[in-house]
């Protein structure tokens, strides 16, 4: 039953998922977006996955896609670069080189809110313009564990919970230590955080069930 669950809110290689519906419409709200741009146009994807684009049907020409993430990836799509780097210090990469920084769940992943910071200064130092998305803290489901209320739980019962099951997205993690590291990466972000390290930017609202799922800011 769990596992149906997952999948149908929240797998997004599932194509009739909840998940899946939501993300596609923030993808085309994305794409009107970048509509209004000249072209030719170069994105830098934090945390991207050729996988993504192609699953959107993303194919739009005078676009080039660079892919970040901290080990460099092959890629066979001359639509796309990969490079490596940590989005909290993009220190190969000058300011406003690229024309867009396009990043998806990823800036819950950087354990502190120091790196949060971090992560969101390099983005608005290395990009004209930005569209940055994350889940919201705030809403029942959490989206990794997939699990209600988790994020809410003590450290001790989420470090519990991850070693002894198989949850969402998360493989049961049997070693205590990489348990706990894994629970404390993931630090789910509230509007008014995410409007701190974002302060000029405009806030995308996705709705699930009249609540708020996640955040996009974007600033043009």
């Not at 896609?65 to 639509?79: R, S």
């Not at 992560?119 to 994350?134: D, L, P, S």
């Not at 001790?156 to 348990?179: C, D, V």
């Amino acid at each position: 039953m769990f596992t149906y669950f997952v999948s149908k809110f929240a797998n997004n290689k599932n194509k009739n998922s909840i998940s899946h519906a939501q993300r596609a419409k923030r993808f085309s709200f994305f794409l009107a977006k970048i509509e209004k741009l000249p072209k030719p146009l170069t994105i830098l994807d934090i945390g991207g996955t050729v996988d993504f684009w192609e699953a959107m049907n993303f194919n739009q020409p005078g676009i080039t896609i660079t892919l970040l993430n901290l080990t460099k990836q092959e890629v066979n799509n001359p639509l796309f670069q990969s490079m490596e780097g940590n989005a909290t210090h993009l220190t190969d990469i000058k300011d406003q080189q690229f024309d867009i920084v396009f990043s998806n769940s990823v800036i819950e992943h950087l354990f502190t809110w120091e790196n949060q910071q971090k992560m969101a200064k390099e983005v608005r130092r290395v990009g004209k313009y930005h569209f940055i998305q994350t889940p919201n803290y705030w809403f029942p489901i959490e989206p990794h564990w997939v699990f209600p209320f988790f994020q809410f739980l003590p450290t001790s019962l989420r470090i519990t919970l991850t070693q002894r099951f198989s949850l969402g997205h998360i493989p049961r993690i049997p070693s205590y230590e990489k348990a706990k590291e894994q629970v404390n990466e993931i630090q789910l972000l509230s509007l008014s955080a995410f409007k701190t390290i974002f302060p000029h930017s405009s806030i995308y609202i996705e709705k699930f069930a009249g609540l708020s799922k996640s955040f996009t800011a974007y600033n043009w």
